[in-house]
């Protein structure tokens, strides 16, 4: 059950609009830079291209731009058209990895459990940051990479913007708003966001099984029907920042948003052969709820020395209610809650050792619980009555301890050398006794520079980290969860609907990466690169399917837990390219033409050591992603037009020694356009999943019997206004 915080051939591709110009960010919302670098901060305005080529660590970064173009409502519409990036699951992946592989920051810092991309707007986010590699100052739980947030601070001059928009996917639109307040007083700075936020959205689809039936023998069915979810929240992210002297600043930056939601599956059944087992029509809805608050104290004692101090405090409440039917009338009915809580503290001391020169040191320290309770009646009886109502918890802490040391080391060179200490400890909680665990994590980082001429336009990038996943706190909860289809525990259900369980015992996978690059910077803005990666990676966790004798069932149980399970690694080649037109092909586009082109290619192979070949690949990575888009702004009206296409192909995983997983291919297309209609008011019309193709899995186990689903989802259009007060 989703807690429903719903809170990017070896020709040039074509690769992201230019960046427009945007402020320096303040240090500690971006990777390490040279010293040089932190003592112009204020000086100029650097644009985004300048940004990534003066930065110590390879990152893409998106400025307003590429946040604005599309008048999309949330983050993570922006990030699925975003190279290296895509969506799957409501979660952002890089280097085609699970989710868990990436890092979400914000600001600088781990996003909170239970946090929602897609319910944060992007008008209160200043600019993305792409990290392909981790840094010493930040968790190291970044084995694909980093997407860090960087959300707007109180303006330096008064700010009134309105954004308001309707969004159209099934029976009715929807609406969306927010508002933007900044002001300034004196040495105070005060920025309050405010979004409020619907959705709606029906998807189709059609899904066959072939298993063992009511009887015991095999059957094959088919089921046909929709989908439809839908509903509302707001959130509210204020930041007040007070410039105590030349050398000290204050600032405290909260969010809190809160919500509803609502899924109904409805399903048309048909018997091909023998007495299958249908999926139920259910209904489920719940509510969300998230608070966040974070202090940060700078002192620059002198011009050489500097202290940062953070703070930071969340909790999260989710609640859930899942009705499941059968024969007309209520079948199965599961409700419960989530609480997550946590605090962060972490502090930072720079020493500038030279001009082009420095050295910090710091801590990072997390305390996390995840609390989970629920209960389930079949036909008004308990289903579990040793688990019902009882609190199942994980808890972790983590502290961590760094130093790196950030050195241009001539005209030509520059290094970047980290090491973090991080100690994880978990521990489980549930009707049985607790169990801990504890491990010791130890990454060395070394990142390398070099341009070939200063004043050029080409570098190299090299770099040798290690990285960490850890477990998500769900997935050490030992609570079991039966398969609703096969919710009479006095009957064996079978391989392709299992139950599932946490792990206490999980370890954390650690991460040994390799990473170079070459870059060329266009003089009109441009860029084109092209890097290659590899990632050697132990203990790495997967869910595996297995017959047991369980306590919670009278009959024997296939039961899916997520264990560590082999040794595996994944390589990769990246090309990007972006720039205008004239700029990238002179010989086809007039120099002037006010067309922006923007696309990448990326190629991935991974292999787990436990399983044959020739798919034994990594959990639901892609052997390939392209994406591609365009922007023109017309000459003769104030009007931009642009468009883009992501595209992945079919392929298949071999997740166990008897089982398979196929999935098809995946496009998106998404247009926009953007029309001044006056220096205070623009409109922006955006059509998203143009043209959406019918999206195809299927698992197969080696004793034949299968489950396919084909789903195809809907266009959603959209217009909105933005409004400067």
Same mark, same amino acid.
Do not use: C
């Given at each position: 059950?989703?807690t429903?915080?719903?809170?990017?051939?070896?020709?040039?591709?074509?690769?992201?609009?230019?960046?427009?110009?945007?402020?320096?960010?303040?240090?500690?919302?971006?990777?390490?830079?040279?010293?040089?670098?932190?003592?112009?901060?204020?000086?100029?305005?650097?644009?985004?291209?300048?940004?990534?080529?003066?930065?110590?660590?390879?990152?893409?970064?998106?400025?307003?731009?590429?946040?604005?173009?599309?008048?999309?409502?949330n983050?993570?519409?922006?990030?699925?058209?975003?190279?290296?990036?895509?969506?799957?699951?409501?979660?952002?992946?890089?280097?085609?990895?699970?989710?868990?592989y990436?890092?979400?920051?914000?600001?600088?810092?781990?996003?909170?459990?239970?946090?929602?991309?897609?319910?944060?707007?992007?008008?209160?986010?200043?600019?993305?940051?792409?990290?392909?590699?981790?840094?010493?100052?930040q968790?190291?739980?970044?084995?694909?990479?980093?997407?860090?947030?960087?959300?707007?601070?109180?303006?330096?001059?008064?700010q009134?913007?309105?954004?308001?928009?309707?969004?159209?996917?099934?029976?009715?639109?929807?609406?969306?708003?927010?508002?933007?307040?900044?002001?300034?007083?004196?040495?105070v700075g005060?920025?309050?966001?405010?979004?409020?936020?619907?959705?709606?959205?029906?998807?189709?689809?059609?899904?066959?099984?072939?298993?063992?039936?009511?009887?015991?023998?095999?059957?094959?069915?088919?089921?046909?029907?929709?989908?439809?979810?839908?509903?509302?929240?707001?959130?509210?992210?204020?930041?007040?920042?007070w410039k105590?002297s030349?050398?000290?600043?204050?600032?405290?930056?909260?969010?809190?948003?809160?919500?509803?939601?609502?899924?109904?599956t409805?399903?048309?059944?048909?018997?091909?052969?023998?007495?299958?087992?249908?999926?139920?029509?259910?209904?489920?809805?719940?509510?969300?709820?998230?608070?966040?608050?974070?202090?940060?104290?700078?002192?620059?004692?002198?011009?050489?020395?500097?202290?940062?101090?953070?703070?930071?405090?969340?909790?999260?409440?989710?609640?859930?209610?899942?009705?499941?039917?059968r024969?007309?009338?209520?079948?199965?009915?599961?409700?419960?809650?989530?609480?997550?809580?946590?605090?962060?503290?972490?502090?930072?001391?720079?020493?500038?050792?030279?001009?082009?020169?420095?050295?910090?040191?710091?801590?990072?320290?997390?305390?996390?619980?995840r609390?989970?309770?629920?209960?389930?009646?079949?036909?008004?009886?308990?289903?579990?009555?040793?688990?019902?109502?009882?609190?199942?918890?994980a808890?972790?802490?983590?502290?961590?301890?760094?130093?790196?040391?950030?050195?241009?080391?001539?005209?030509?060179?520059?290094?970047?050398?980290?090491?973090?200490?991080?100690?994880?400890?978990?521990?489980?909680?549930?009707?049985?006794?607790?169990?801990?665990?504890?491990?010791s994590?130890?990454?060395?980082?070394?990142?390398?520079?070099?341009?070939?001429?200063?004043a050029?336009?080409?570098?190299?990038?090299?770099?040798?980290?290690?990285?960490?996943?850890?477990?998500?706190?769900?997935?050490?909860?030992?609570?079991?969860?039966?398969?609703?289809?096969?919710?009479d525990?006095?009957?064996?259900?079978?391989?392709?609907?299992?139950?599932?369980?946490g792990?206490?015992?999980?370890?954390p996978?650690?991460?040994?990466?390799?990473?170079?690059?070459?870059?060329?910077?266009?003089?009109?803005?441009?860029?084109?690169?092209?890097?290659?990666?590899?990632?050697?990676?132990?203990d790495?966790?997967?869910?595996?399917?297995?017959?047991?004798?369980?306590?919670?069932?009278?009959?024997?149980?296939?039961?899916?837990?997520?264990?560590?399970?082999?040794?595996?690694?994944t390589?990769?080649?990246?090309?990007?390219?972006?720039?205008? =037109? %004239?700029?990238?092909?002179?010989?086809?586009?007039?120099?002037? &033409?006010?067309?922006?082109?923007r @696309? +990448? $290619? #990326? /190629?991935?192979?991974?292999?787990?050591?436990?399983?044959?070949?020739?798919?034994?690949?990594?959990?639901?990575?892609?052997?390939? =992603? %392209?994406?591609?888009?365009?922007?023109?702004?017309?000459?003769? &009206?104030?009007l931009?037009?642009? @468009? +883009? $296409? #992501? /595209?992945?192909?079919s392929?298949?995983?071999?997740?166990?020694?008897?089982?398979?997983?196929?999935a098809?291919?995946?496009?998106?297309?998404?247009?926009?356009?953007?029309?001044?209609?006056?220096?205070? &008011?623009?409109?922006?019309?955006?059509?998203?999943?143009?043209?959406?193709?019918?999206?195809?899995?299927?698992?197969?186990?080696?004793?034949?019997?299968?489950?396919?689903?084909?789903?195809?989802?809907?266009?959603?259009?959209?217009?909105?206004?933005?409004?400067? &007060?």
């Open positions: 059950m989703r429903i915080i719903k809170l990017i051939s070896f020709a040039p591709l074509l690769v992201t609009t230019q960046v427009f110009a945007q402020e320096i960010p303040a240090i500690g919302d971006q990777a390490p830079r040279p010293a040089t670098q932190r003592v112009e901060v204020g000086a100029r305005q650097l644009n985004g291209t300048e940004l990534r080529r003066n930065a110590m660590v390879a990152k893409q970064l998106y400025g307003r731009d590429e946040l604005d173009k599309y008048g999309d409502t983050v993570l519409d922006v990030l699925k058209r975003l190279p290296g990036v895509n969506i799957q699951g409501g979660a952002a992946r890089m280097r085609g990895l699970g989710a868990g990436t890092q979400i920051l914000l600001n600088g810092d781990p996003a909170p459990p239970g946090f929602a991309l897609d319910q944060l707007n992007p008008s209160q986010v200043e600019r993305i940051e792409v990290t392909k590699g981790p840094t010493a100052d968790s190291a739980q970044a084995v694909a990479g980093s997407i860090n947030i960087i959300l707007k601070e109180a303006p330096r001059l008064s009134r913007d309105l954004r308001m928009g309707v969004n159209y996917n099934y029976e009715h639109p929807v609406a969306n708003a927010n508002l933007t307040l900044g002001e300034r007083f004196g040495a005060v920025f309050a966001p405010i979004s409020v936020f619907q959705w709606r959205n029906q998807s189709e689809f059609e899904n066959q099984r072939f298993m063992p039936g009511t009887n015991n023998l095999p059957a094959l069915s088919m089921q046909s029907g929709g989908q439809l979810n839908w509903g509302s929240g707001f959130n509210i992210g204020p930041r007040i920042t105590i030349d050398e000290e600043t204050l600032s405290l930056q909260t969010f809190a948003n809160k919500g509803h939601w609502n899924n109904q409805i399903y048309q059944n048909r018997t091909l052969s023998g007495l299958p087992i249908f999926e139920d029509n259910n209904k489920s809805y719940g509510t969300f709820q998230n608070i966040r608050g974070n202090g940060q104290w700078v002192n620059r004692f002198s011009d050489s020395q500097r202290i940062e101090i953070k703070l930071g405090l969340q909790d999260a409440a989710n609640t859930f209610n899942v009705d499941t039917f024969n007309g009338g209520l079948y199965l009915k599961t409700l419960g809650d989530n609480k997550d809580q946590g605090i962060t503290q972490s502090g930072k001391y720079t020493q500038l050792l030279g001009e082009e020169h420095s050295l910090t040191a710091g801590w990072d320290l997390e305390w996390r619980k609390e989970v309770t629920s209960a389930t009646a079949l036909l008004g009886v308990p289903l579990l009555p040793q688990f019902d109502g009882q609190p199942f918890s808890r972790i802490d983590r502290n961590a301890f760094y130093v790196q040391d950030e050195w241009e080391i001539s005209p030509h060179w520059s290094t970047y050398f980290g090491l973090r200490n991080e100690r994880i400890e978990t521990q489980s909680r549930g009707t049985g006794a607790t169990v801990s665990n504890s491990s994590v130890l990454t060395p980082l070394w990142h390398l520079n070099y341009k070939f001429d200063p050029s336009r080409d570098m190299i990038r090299a770099s040798l980290t290690r990285s960490y996943r850890a477990p998500e706190a769900g997935t050490l909860l030992a609570r079991p969860r039966p398969n609703q289809s096969f919710a525990l006095t009957q064996t259900n079978t391989e392709l609907a299992a139950d599932s369980v792990n206490p015992a999980l370890k996978e650690l991460a040994t990466g390799l990473d170079v690059a070459y870059e060329h910077y266009f003089s009109g803005g441009g860029l084109m690169s092209i890097g290659a990666f590899h990632r050697s990676i132990s790495l966790m997967r869910s595996i399917t297995s017959l047991e004798i369980v306590n919670y069932a009278t009959a024997p149980r296939w039961v899916s837990r997520t264990v560590n399970f082999s040794q595996a690694t390589t990769g080649i990246e090309l990007e390219i972006k720039g205008r =037109a %004239g700029e990238l092909m002179p010989s086809l586009f007039d120099p002037k &033409l006010a067309l922006n082109l @696309g +990448s $290619l #990326n /190629f991935y192979r991974s292999n787990v050591a436990a399983l044959p070949g020739p798919n034994n690949r990594l959990d639901s990575q892609q052997p390939w =992603a %392209g994406t591609f888009g365009l922007d023109y702004r017309f000459s003769d &009206l104030p931009i037009v642009g @468009g +883009s $296409l #992501n /595209f992945t192909p392929y298949a995983t071999q997740q166990s020694l008897t089982q398979t997983v196929d098809g291919r995946s496009r998106a297309i998404d247009i926009f356009a953007q029309m001044p209609l006056s220096k205070v &008011l623009s409109v922006r019309a955006s059509a998203n999943n143009v043209a959406p193709l019918e999206n195809e899995s299927r698992t197969l186990l080696s004793s034949g019997y299968f489950t396919s689903s084909t789903r195809k989802s809907r266009t959603s259009v959209g217009v909105g206004f933005e409004v400067k &007060l």
